[in-house]
Each structure stands twice: as structure tokens, then as C-alpha cells.
């Protein structure tokens, strides 16, 4: 989790970096992650695949689809992670839904989790409630940030729920749309991001959800702190494989 808060002290607009565990190869993990901080990558999310991913638009349901058919399992992930901390400064996150989560046993993961250098945990489809009732003194065990999400449709009220539960940064989704890439954000969308910026939250936000070239980084870090890339940078592994992580962010910033 310090490393995070430390991240999030720069004097800087971040570049966080989403990716498939297990694609484009089923071993191209720990390479990816190491050529993404070559990169000059601020933060990396680590995506644990799952058959159902609702919030995913088509490029990341079908990385996460093949990196099932290539043989990654959670136990494997942590396995590929056992030492990444020998050569991996920045922060890095697991972003995944809560039924393989669960399925391995919430402590067991959270505890692999602090074993491998994990900072945080992104939970899409984990309530706010049930975290604070079922899983928060696991999480605080064990030294993990919990990320959670507002979208433009989530209330003032529950925003600022969140905020008083959050000690690292919220995720922004840009818009109540699946995952994907866009030219442009519409005045809708900014004026999303100046509202959001105006209740002037403890935590600092980062967007995600339609980054995909300089403009839309721009837009999205205009008021906020820094923005996730997916499903281009998915794209890019398709095309280049995992050491076309190590020019990436020069096409973005």
C-alpha cells in the first residue's frame, strides 16, 4: 500500500497500465510488468482472467479468454509473481472479479498477495458494504489498498461513502459503457471529471475506462491524477508481444 501513497505524493500525472495475466503467452507476465517499468510506467494492474467478465468490453474479454485456454490459473499467477519484487519498484495491483477471489479463499489470496509485493486489489463486483463488513480487517492484515469504482451515474452520497473507506485512490470509470478505446471524451464526460474534481476528496482519483492516445490522457488528467490504459495496451501486446511494453508509454504522453 506505501508504495501507492508514495506514487500518488509525485508531483506528476500518472500512467497506470492494465494487461491480461497470461497474454498474449502464458509466461509473458513477469516480462511485461518489467518492461512496463522500463517504460516509465507509475503503476501496473495485473489482470486475473475469468470466463465472465461483464464489465469488460470485446479486447479484454478475448485476452482474458485466451489466457484461460493458455493454462493461467491464480496459483499460477502468484507463482510467475514469486519474486518480482527483486526487480520491480512501482506499485502494482491485481484487478479481477471476486469469484476466482473467493474460490481460492479471500485471506489465502490476500495473504499471497503481501508475499509477492502486491499493493492493492481492484474488486469490480465487490459492494462497498460487504467489504466493510466481511473482508476490511483482512485487507488492513495484510497491508492491501482496496480500489474502488464510480462511474458518472454513482451518487454524492456514495462517492463520499467510498472516499472515507478508501486510503489510496478512487477509479473513475469514465462512462457507464464496457472497457474500450476512444478518440475523444465528449463535453458530458469532462464535465463528469470537473464535478468529480470539485468535491474536492481526500483520495485522488485516477480514470479509467477509454484511454487510448495523448488526447484522451490529457482530458482525463486535466483534473484528476493520472488514467489507466487497457484495451489499447492489450491491443499493442497482440501486435508487438510482450517487449513492445518497453516503447509504449512514448505513444501516449
Request: hydrophobic share 40%; net charge negative.
Amino acid at each position: 500500500m506505501k508504495r501507492i501513497q508514495d506514487k500518488l505524493r509525485e508531483d506528476k500525472k500518472l500512467v497506470s497500465i492494465y494487461f491480461t495475466a497470461g497474454f498474449p503467452n502464458l509466461d509473458d507476465t513477469k516480462v511485461i510488468i518489467e518492461n512496463l517499468e522500463k517504460s516509465g510506467v507509475d503503476m501496473i494492474e495485473i489482470g486475473l482472467p475469468f470466463s465472465d467478465p461483464l464489465a469488460d468490453g470485446p479486447t479484454i474479454q478475448a485476452s482474458s479468454t485466451k489466457a484461460l485456454k493458455n493454462g493461467m490459473t491464480t496459483q499460477l499467477l502468484f507463482e510467475q509473481l514469486q519474486n518480482i519484487r527483486e526487480t520491480v519498484k512501482i506499485p502494482v495491483l491485481i484487478m479481477g472479479y471476486f469469484n476466482p477471489i473467493l474460490q481460492f479463499g479471500v485471506e489465502n489470496f490476500c495473504k499471497k498477495c503481501q508475499e509477492t509485493g502486491i499493493d492493492g486489489l481492484i474488486i469490480p463486483d465487490l459492494p462497498l458494504e460487504v467489504y466493510l463488513s466481511d473482508y476490511k480487517s483482512i485487507f488492513e492484515k495484510y497491508h492491501l489498498a482496496p480500489i474502488f469504482l464510480i462511474t458518472p451515474q454513482t451518487s454524492e452520497d456514495r462517492i463520499r461513502q467510498i472516499d472515507e473507506a478508501s486510503d489510496a485512490f478512487i477509479y473513475m470509470v469514465s462512462s457507464s459503457s464496457v472497457t474500450g478505446s476512444r478518440a475523444a471524451f465528449d463535453e458530458k464526460q469532462l464535465a463528469y471529471f470537473e464535478r468529480i474534481a470539485s468535491m474536492k476528496l481526500k483520495n485522488p482519483q485516477i480514470i479509467g475506462f477509454g484511454i487510448s492516445n495523448s488526447t484522451t490522457f490529457k482530458q482525463a488528467t486535466q483534473f484528476q491524477k493520472g488514467a489507466i490504459l487497457g484495451s489499447h495496451f492489450v491491443n499493442h501486446l497482440e501486435k508487438y508481444g510482450s517487449h513492445g511494453a518497453e516503447s509504449f508509454t512514448s505513444t501516449i504522453v
